[in-house]
């Protein structure tokens, strides 16, 4: 390794290509934790919304009006409005308004630091397209399934757990898998609010050491990665989840 | 159609590559367009602020009006920020960078800093009185909120916090943060944040320490950096040795930030000799 | 973000007026509030919003900004990424493979790149003006944050022509092939025109997205609303209206955005191909 990165060190000095993100211990060390940043938050905001959608999608087949309205709101509210005005919004006007907890430094901190800020925001983001994604799923559901299932005495929270809710997911896997491949994009807005992730780091070290192309490339070929691992990831998932008789 | 996609993506490309120098005589050029493009900033307030009616004044703003003046263009202010001054020059969507910029060997690499030097400023930290912080040893894993692009990030970093700094684009960002509790003290320019410490009260439970393990470092005004021994960067050196003869800076600094620091008093004096 | 067989629930006139109600009784409240807190010495909060209004819609005197140019950017990024997204698209169902090939490879770059990290790419590494046969053509910041935010809508435009082609079905272009239509024929007067209807509602899905990305031309220093919010946050220095400021904007977006919403479901429903 060591090698590698003394070679990274005269392709700089004889050819002015900086890689000092890799070859420099400190850059790399806090490349790798940003690396590591955005894949835990894009994990956590994906499991976060799919909770959301799919909690939210059952509150919409529910008969109370006030539920159904509450729901209705959030999904208007959080798909017509801005996600990085919403994650200012959440982090710099109600993150105050929460209670506060003295830190060991003797300073009152509120509950949440921007990393979870970034997560209740992004997840609330993706949630609003996921309830409607969990939705159309669950309309696509056939009459008769629920029928069946009702008339073998199951609860309504039953048969949407155990018939409606598996039936739908594999439904509407595509366009799932489409809003979470936004939302793991998404992620690099939590740049706004300092959450040290892959872009927050990355800009730290070209405004440091001035290398702002090498940077921006080694940049996109990282979420490219990340990206293409996903898709990959999902697009399999889609195959062995497949309703038969659906489709080509 | 398809021809159109292949020239705009051709010059797409080409723009990409001839980003490189660009044509002597920014002077000239700045005459025969007669505008002048200054980079400053709007959220350094008193150097560079936005009033209610979107104009910006301040200290700089003021100096690039006299510029302007000196030259018989008229004038232009782009706002820019810490992370993307330096590009703005490099790229020439600015003819001169008034913005609080610190004097770097690295930059001076990058963009020509023109000499004299027309400020100076020190690292200071604005700090929770609560958290006790005397030096930046004492700033050890604990959270600190700086702004993105700041020269001292990387040393405050690797030598003294050990962990990410809490770093935003903006000052209001990174006050507000220190505000609500996200960080035990904002790291910044000295001048500023006794300013801003003497402006408003809500900084109570707060006090500025002077780090002194960064020395004060002078801010300078920068060209692009193949103007710097052209016309255009001798004619800002005359400029700015004037203001310093002429005592302009020291009035300057007077009407805007309420008092001199000893920097500029001595600067001045030199000046004169 | 690309939900767009989904149909969104129906707000009726009623939520609205519920929620401007809800609006101005949370601003009252601050309103009071604030007046209690400063004791009369300081504005209060509506009458602040009220000043900053004219700033962060229409930016500062004589220069372009504020939502205006959030609107601006997103028509202009929209065109250019439309037209750009229609050659790309038609590259994607090319006959021949290599620029088949080479379309794909554009396409999945620009679709799979963050929004934000493109937009920093523009912003930093292109100059400022472009020398077209000895014409200088200047390049302003806002305009090359319009051309990084149509590189993603440029891609997902040909994923949907893409799409739309390929939804017509086959007997078409046989049919077509017999009358002794060529290929580009066909293409043109027979197939693309089937394909517009289909292509709308997603493209105005697409619209709506991009607009609400405009924010992120904030980020890399252009005056859009947010920055001017943001600015007139630094100059006021009051804790008191951060909720309020940043309300006041995302209702700007909303009120702009929900109708576009409304509107693409029911063109959506209108060209629903029925099965």
Known sequence: ?248 | MKRLFATLLACMAGAVISAGPALADQMAIIKKKGVLVVGVKTDYPPWGTRDASGAIVGMEPEMAADVAKRLGVKLELLPVVSSNRMQFLQQGQIDLMIATMSDTPERRKVVGIVDPVYYASGVAILANKKANIKSAADLKGKPVCALQGAFYNNDLQSKYTGQDLVAFKGVTEAQQALIDGRCVGFVYDDVVLVWQKAQESKWGDFEVVQLNEWAPVPWGLAVKIEELNGPWGKFMADVTADWLKSGTLLALEKKWVGSNTPWLVDATAKAKK | MTTGSVPAPRLTPRWFATAALLCCAALAAGEAGAQLQAAGSRPGVLATLWKWTPLVLFGPPREFGGFALNIAVSFLAMAIGTLAGLVLGLGLVSTLAPVRRLSWLVTQFFRNSPWLVLLFFVMLLTPFQLRIAGVAIPLPGWLKATVGLSLPIMANVAEIVRGAVNSIPTGQWESAESLAFSRLQTLWRIILPQCVKRMIPPWMNWYAILTMATPLISIVGVNDAMTLTQDALAAEQRSELLIPMYTLLLFFFFVYCYPIARWTIQLERRYAVRN
């Open chain 1, 1 to 248: 390794m060591d090698a590698l990165w003394d070679l990274l060190r005269h392709v700089h000095d004889a050819y002015g290509v900086n890689l000092v993100h890799f070859y420099d211990g400190f850059e790399r060390g806090r490349l790798l934790r940003g690396i590591w940043t955005t894949v835990k938050l894009a994990a956590v905001c994906i499991a976060f919304s799919i909770l959301i959608g799919i909690v939210g999608a059952w509150l919409q087949t529910s008969r109370q009006r006030i539920l159904k309205a509450a729901v209705k709101v959030y999904i208007q509210f959080f798909r017509n409005t801005p996600p990085l005005v919403q994650m200012y919004f959440f982090y710099f006007a109600l993150g105050p308004q929460m209670p506060r907890v003295v830190n060991d430094f003797g300073v009152p901190q509120p509950m949440f630091g921007s990393f979870e800020w970034a997560v209740l925001s992004l997840s609330f983001f993706a949630g609003a397209f996921n309830v409607e994604i969990f939705r159309s799923g669950v309309e696509a559901v056939q009459k008769a399934t629920v029928e069946a299932a009702d008339s073998l005495g199951l609860s309504r929270w039953q048969i949407y757990r155990y018939v409606v809710l598996p039936l739908a997911v594999r439904i509407c896997l595509p366009a799932l898998n489409n809003n979470l491949v936004n939302l793991a994009k998404t992620t690099t807005q939590a740049y706004a609010i300092a959450v040290p992730e892959t872009l927050f780091v990355a800009s730290q070290i070209w405004s440091d050491r001035i290398n702002v192309l090498e940077m921006m490339v080694t940049l996109l070929t990282f979420y490219l990665l990340l990206v293409g691992v996903f898709v990959w990831a999902m697009t399999r998932l889609e195959r062995r989840l497949r309703v038969p008789g659906f489709g080509q």
